[in-house]
Structures are given as C-alpha cells and as structure tokens.
C-alpha cells in the first residue's frame, strides 16, 4: 500500500481480554516500531522489529506485551489481560533504513472500560 | 536513559507572527528529527538534522541542530492556520525518544 495501514482503527475492550492490534508496513521497508501515545504526550518507544527479529523490546512495559513479525512484514501487537492504564493510541511506524525517517500509521486507539 | 524535553508546551501565536520551539535533550544525538501531528492526526516526519551547528529551511520552517549535538529549534515565520499543530523532535538512531510537543495554536 501506499502509507502504513493499521487495524482496527478503534479497539474497545472489557478490562482483562485479549486484544491483538495489527499493522501492514511500507512495501519493502526493513524496520518497524510499535509506540504507543498517551493524550498530551509524545510517542513512546515499545518495539522495534529489523526484518523478523525483535531487536529491541526493552519498551514494553511488561510481559503481557508482546509483539510478532513472523514473515518480515506485517506485525501483531498482542495483550493479554487488558488494564485501563493500557488505552492509548498505538502507533505502528516503518523505515527503509535506520537511522532514518519513520512512516507512522494512523494508530489503534484502544480503550480498555 | 535518554530524555528529550521540549518548550514551551504550549504556544499560542498571533497569524503573521513568528516564534520558535526548542528541543534539549540529556546525553549527545546522533541525529534529530522533527515531526508534525495535527489534531486527530499521526506523527508526520518533517526533517533530520545529522551534522553538528546544521541549520535546515522548509520554506517558513527553520531547523536547527546545536553545535553540541544535544538541542535543536524550529522557528516558524509567519505563521498561518495551516501551522496548527503539535510539532516533536525525537532523537535516537533507531530507538526515537519523543519530546511531549509544543501545540501550536494560532489567532486569526
């Protein structure tokens, strides 16, 4: 596709499921990151996928995130037991190269009740 | 760990006025970039400063990244409607470390 395309757009979720939030990343694009947005905050850092592998998980917040980019492209950001304290807008980002401009999609906005 | 800090938080700017956001950041940026979100909107990338004391222009938009390598500024000229927004720099070679933005509202 054109840009990164995330799904759903908006998730509602009872506290305690499961919830899985996906991301399509630019064609050809080696790198991809997950953020997650609080209102009023910028950005913050989850995952960072190079290819298959996670490279770098050190951002998510605890062991009920977990993310997956199985064939080197589209990627799962998976949660278990949902909390309030996990909505936000998840934001998938994608880049040719590192370092280098990021490609952000137009974000999950998961709200946990 | 790293920490970008940006002010002010908010800016409330006059249409035709102009004024500038700075970015400072607590250890040394290989590189820094800024973006733009409007409201309701996604981060979009607007440029990367990479070299020490660099200074970028986008038509009205002027960026520059400090000789230190550890603050950078947008200044805006002029400022119209279409400025409305919040504007992030992040550093970081791969991993970015987002400031919280200036939102930047504009009096017509």
């Known amino acids: 596709g054109a840009g990164v395309s995330q799904t759903p757009s908006n998730k509602v979720t009872e506290k305690g499921k499961y919830v899985e939030l996906r991301c399509d990343p630019i064609?050809?694009?080696?790198?991809l990151y997950w953020y997650r947005q609080s209102l009023g905050q910028g950005p913050e850092f989850l995952i960072y996928?190079?290819?298959?592998?996670?490279?770098?998980d050190s951002g998510l917040p605890n062991d009920r995130f977990f993310a997956v980019r199985p064939e080197g492209s589209v990627s799962t950001l998976k949660i278990q037991r949902t909390e309030r304290g996990d909505s936000a807008v998840y934001l998938c980002a994608s880049s040719p190269g590192t370092p280098g401009r990021a490609f952000f999609g137009q974000g999950t906005r998961l709200t946990v009740v | 760990g790293q920490q970008v800090m940006q002010i002010p938080q908010y800016q409330h700017v006059q249409e035709g006025e102009d004024f500038t956001t700075y970015c400072n950041s607590s250890t040394t940026l290989s590189n820094i970039q800024w973006y733009k979100q409007r409201p309701g909107g996604h981060p979009v990338f607007l440029i990367q400063?990479?070299?020490?004391?660099e200074v970028k222009k986008q038509k009205r938009l002027t960026f520059q990244f400090g000789e230190a390598k550890k603050n950078s500024s947008l200044h805006i000229t002029a400022t119209q409607t279409t400025d409305v927004g919040t504007y992030f720099c992040?550093?970081?070679?791969?991993?970015?470390?987002f400031g919280a933005g200036t939102t930047v509202t504009v009096r017509a």
């Open positions: 400063l990479v070299k020490s004391g």
């Open positions: 996928f190079q290819g298959t592998g996670a490279a770098d």
């Open positions: 064609s050809g694009h080696t790198a």
């Open positions: 992040a550093g970081g070679d791969y991993k970015l470390s």
